[in-house]
């Protein structure tokens, strides 16, 4: 009875495409393009076409990962297998997390940043305190467990692509298509060859891209994973891409480059009011809503997993001294994302995030390629393809955060020391006189309960 409860309790091949989407264009659409636009000018909407070729080379990385090893942790799993267990598995391991908690304070900013565009400007301070609001909202989501959050996640999942899509024709229905024409420099890159701008804006594109990597982290929680998982984040970046490309031109047909960059934090509100007027800046609001509501939900319930997954990987310390709350993965993640919302601007969230995911994503196509072609089938060419554009993209975006904000990078630089000092010290914890780690490694099993 135990088993057929657990699989009943499983996700569905539409539930995990609605919880990859909806981490996706809860970021990405409401709060990237006008940073991106920020870099590159009118050429946005390419960026993000470009964005999805990228992510795409990313992605197959995980399909063979998650095809090979289906389970709830995810790139812990991955980063496992290639690395095995230690102070470099944990290390890349808890980059990733802290990116997917990253992303859910930018997204609970997001909500924030739409929301008060129903107030007057005197509330414009209480931003951070929204999306705060949200992610407790998104804790008792969470606690509720897996069939209330696969059916919230479609449920709003439906509205908002549904909504954004007819919006986006619409828009480019009463707007017309724009001519692009890349004569935008922007102030920070002045003295830089236009493609550097250019592929540092790629860095952002696949931060909004990067959710489909929660459906990687739901391995053990969905039907048939070895189908169903890869099935996920193929369907789920083809529906983003769409979205944010019709979208995009659809703004860039609203707004000029210039209001596009001063509506930055809530430049699809901005671009609807001028083609539909009040009520179409109204329904935006209302979809950017829901889309921030459903995107963090999904993003906390699959970094909660991973966090969880780490814990009982013994990769950083029992959750359970936590005392006797329940899911503390959950509780620790909400609170980290809290203080994230209150500290940080969006533009800064976003950036932090970016460069933490590009970190990780580069580990993850090296321990494909170096350590596992005996176990797992797949072709070499790709997953190298796809370090030498992370480590482009990269390279370009900390140069340019480098003349434009360099406190990001003193931050971010700051992080990723104390990670892998507390990560070197606690490995050292429990590390007995011959060298050898007592990890307990019950991954496998933790996912198939």
């Known amino acids: 009875m135990k088993n057929a409860l657990t699989e009943k309790n499983k996700l569905s091949l539409i539930g995990s ?57 995810g790139v812990v799993k991955f980063l496992n297998k290639s690395y095995g267990p230690g102070t470099t598995t944990g290390v890349f391991s808890l980059l990733m997390y802290v990116s997917m908690v990253v992303s859910e304070s930018l997204v609970a900013g997001t909500f924030g940043a739409y929301t008060l565009r129903l107030f007057p400007d005197s509330f414009s301070g209480y931003a951070s305190i929204l999306g ?5 909202t998104a804790y008792i989501v969470n606690i509720l467990g897996n069939k209330v959050i696969g059916a919230t996640a479609t449920f709003t999942a439906i509205i908002k692509v549904a909504g954004i899509a007819l919006l986006a024709v619409a828009g480019l229905i009463v707007s017309g298509l724009v001519d692009i024409k890349g004569d935008y420099v922007a102030k920070n890159a002045a003295e830089l060859p236009q493609s ?9 594109a696949i931060l909004a891209y990067k959710g489909f990597t929660t459906i990687t982290n739901q391995g053990g929680d969905i039907v048939n994973p070895h189908k169903n998982v890869g099935r996920s984040i193929i369907i789920s970046i083809v529906l983003c891409t769409f979205i944010y490309v019709t979208l995009a031109l659809s703004v860039a047909g609203g707004l000029s480059i210039p209001e596009i960059i001063e509506a930055k934090d809530y430049a699809l509100a901005a671009a609807a009011k001028p083609v539909f007027g009040v009520w ?21 319930f699959s970094s909660s997993r991973l966090l969880g997954m780490l814990s009982s990987m013994k990769q950083v310390p029992s959750l359970k001294r936590m005392g006797n709350f329940k899911n503390p993965s959950l509780i620790f993640t909400v609170a980290l994302a809290i203080l994230l919302t209150m500290l940080l601007n969006l533009t800064r969230i976003a950036s932090i995030g970016a460069i933490f995911y590009l970190i990780m994503d580069i580990a993850i196509h090296w321990g494909l390629f170096k350590h596992l072609r005996k176990e797992v089938k797949f072709q070499p060419a790709i997953p190298l393809i796809a370090i030498v554009m992370d480590v482009a993209i990269l390279s370009a975006f900390l140069y340019i ?29 429990h590390t007995n006189d011959r060298g050898e780690m007592a990890m307990g490694m019950e991954d496998e099993a933790d996912a198939e309960k």
């Open 401 to 429: 955060k480098y003349l434009s904000d360099a406190f990001i990078l003193i931050v971010a630089a700051i992080g990723i020391v104390l990670i892998l000092i507390a990560e070197r010290l606690f490995m050292a914890s």
């Open 280 to 300: 179409g800046s109204w329904i935006t609001i209302l979809l950017a809503i829901i889309a921030t509501f459903s995107g963090v939900i999904a993003s906390v």
């Open 196 to 204: 550097f701008g250019f592929i540092a804006a790629l860095a952002l």
């Open 132 to 136: 705060v609001l949200l992610l407790v």
């Open 17 to 73: 495409i609605s919880l990859g989407t909806g981490v996706m264009i809860g970021a990405g659409i409401f709060v990237l393009m006008g940073q991106i636009a920020e870099l590159v000018g009118d050429l946005f909407p390419i960026v993000f076409v470009a964005g999805a070729i990228v992510v795409g080379f990313s992605s197959y990385s995980y399909v063979k990962f998650s095809n090979a090893f289906p389970s709830s942790g």
